[in-house]
């Protein structure tokens, strides 16, 4: 015997047919009905029809806030608080304080923050957020980031297809900080975005609405480069902005390393070994300016730093920590890096250490 193939049917489908053909009060036998009608077994059209239920074997079809509760599910579920946690770890360093008054003066002012990798441009609009009690929600771009990412869409929900508002929708309905982390990877399809940036809203064409922004709403943007691209192929793909997009940004921080100074207080906030942070920090300091005159191809960053000193926890030696952090980089990089190391820290082995595999303690 074949099996009985159903019919995609949706919850209107069912709700229609029932009204116009037994009212809005109905029971198991109209429900029957209507599986006979559409093809579909009689506990397709019980789950299709389960927010309608009012009793044991009854449903009502004029429930008129089905659908409205159907739309609330998404907002609902991220009305938990989006402020960010303060670090206790944080030192405030850069850019900081600028971006902190900005977000204070809950002006709607575009803000653009480039800079190298790994120097804390996000962590610091985090925490500026997690100080001044600000809910913040955070967009990591890609190439792939659309229209649909950001604005929002329709999504299939318990049969029905509900709209959904996107993370920029959210943020300006709530009268949040938004933050396009890493911008630069963005497509043309950021565009999308143009009157956001101008203070205006977006008018939502696929449902006929049109959001405003609600007071203490912002745009942040972070970038490794200027949106002009990466020639020297460090950040392979990073794209050319649209100048128009870029324009819209009032103002452009550039964010540096911290100080050797700042970097270390940075770390000894991880670490107890005040000396090894302090040497960690005067490396990395040497490397950068190497970096610049063109000496070397990469950097230690801070965050490349942090991950040191919390390798040299786990592992409880300094050689393992670092090298195991610099792996990343190509054998010749690798190899400079931990001579010059070497020549800051007089009890530091620059031979390979020993894998912990071949460590029969280990």
Not at 213 to 221: D, R, S, T
Request: neutral net charge.
């Amino acid at each position: 015997m074949p099996f009985k193939t159903e019919i995609p049917v949706t919850t209107q489908d069912l709700v229609t047919y029932l009204q116009n053909n037994f009212g809005d009060e109905v029971a198991v036998p109209q429900l029957m009905k209507a599986a006979d009608e559409f093809k579909c077994s009689l506990a397709t059209v019980k789950k299709r029809l389960k927010t309608y239920k009012k009793g044991i074997g009854k449903w009502n079809l004029t429930v008129q806030e089905v659908r409205k509760q159907l739309e609330k599910t998404y907002v609902q579920e991220q009305k938990v608080s989006l402020i960010p946690l303060k670090d206790e770890n944080f030192v405030p360093f850069g850019n900081f304080n600028a971006v902190k008054k900005i977000l204070k003066s809950e002006a709607f002012y575009p803000t653009f923050i480039t800079g190298l990798s790994g120097n804390g441009k996000t962590f610091g609009v985090e925490q500026a957020c997690a100080q001044l009690n600000k809910e913040l929600i955070r967009v990591n771009i890609t190439i792939e980031t659309d229209e649909d990412d950001l604005i929002g869409g329709f999504r299939l929900v318990n049969g029905d297809t509900v709209w959904h508002n996107g993370p920029v929708i959210e943020a300006l309905e709530r009268g949040t900080i938004l933050l396009l982390d890493e911008v630069d990877l963005a497509s043309n399809k950021i565009l999308c975005l143009q009157s956001i940036l101008e203070g205006k809203g977006v008018f939502l064409k696929k449902i006929g609405k049109y959001v405003h922004p609600a007071k203490g709403f912002n745009v942040v943007a972070t970038a490794n480069t200027k949106g002009k691209g990466s020639d020297d192929g460090r950040f392979i793909g990073t794209n050319v902005l649209n100048e128009a997009f870029l324009e819209r940004f009032a103002i452009t921080l550039e964010q540096d390393y911290p100080s050797p100074q700042t970097e270390t207080k940075i770390l000894n906030k991880i670490s107890s070994n005040k000396q090894f942070c302090e040497r960690l920090a005067s490396w990395a300091d040497i490397i950068r300016k190497t970096f610049k005159d063109g000496g070397v191809d990469e950097v230690i960053s801070t965050r490349r730093l942090v991950h040191v000193v919390r390798a040299f926890d786990i592992f409880g030696s300094k050689e393992t920590a670092i090298q195991y952090s610099i792996n990343r980089f190509d054998d010749e990089t690798k190899q400079a890096f931990l001579e010059l190391y070497d020549k800051i820290d007089a009890d530091f082995d620059v031979a390979p250490p020993t894998p912990l595999s071949d460590n029969p303690q280990g």
